[in-house]
């Protein structure tokens, strides 16, 4: 499976934007897809994931109730849902596809990778 993130962009904070991570190459929906960041001269950071089913999510804990992952296994997509965006939301986004099993914050737990899309928040 390749992975093709897109949607991010020049906001302002407090904006709202929505990522889109689409797949294509092999069966999608039995793939637990999360989220990560990195933030110019910082390592990569979990973000948030969702099951194959989307019957269930995890959150890092900073970002619970500004970030939510949906996806639409039809058309083959995982959303990221921000809100609330700050300064320090300014990073590079990447979704990554696991195998279906317990979702993981880990980031060796996903074995697929797209290739980032770049988000910055100006105050």
């Known amino acids: 499976v390749q992975l093709q993130a897109s949607g991010g962009g020049l906001v302002q904070s407090g904006d709202s934007l929505r990522l889109s991570c689409v797949a294509s190459g092999r069966t999608f929906s039995n793939l637990n897809v999360g989220w990560f960041r990195q933030a110019p001269g910082k390592g990569r950071e979990f973000v948030g994931a969702?099951?194959?089913?989307?019957?269930?999510?995890g959150y890092a804990d900073s970002l619970k109730g500004r970030f939510a992952v949906q996806r639409d296994n039809d058309k083959n997509t995982v959303f990221l849902h921000m809100s609330g965006l700050k300064s320090e939301d300014t990073a590079v986004y990447y979704c990554a596809a696991a195998p279906k099993e317990g979702l993981s914050h880990k980031d060796t737990a996903y074995t697929v990778w797209g290739q980032g899309t770049l988000v910055t928040v100006s105050s």
């Open positions: 969702i099951t194959w089913s989307g019957g269930s999510t």
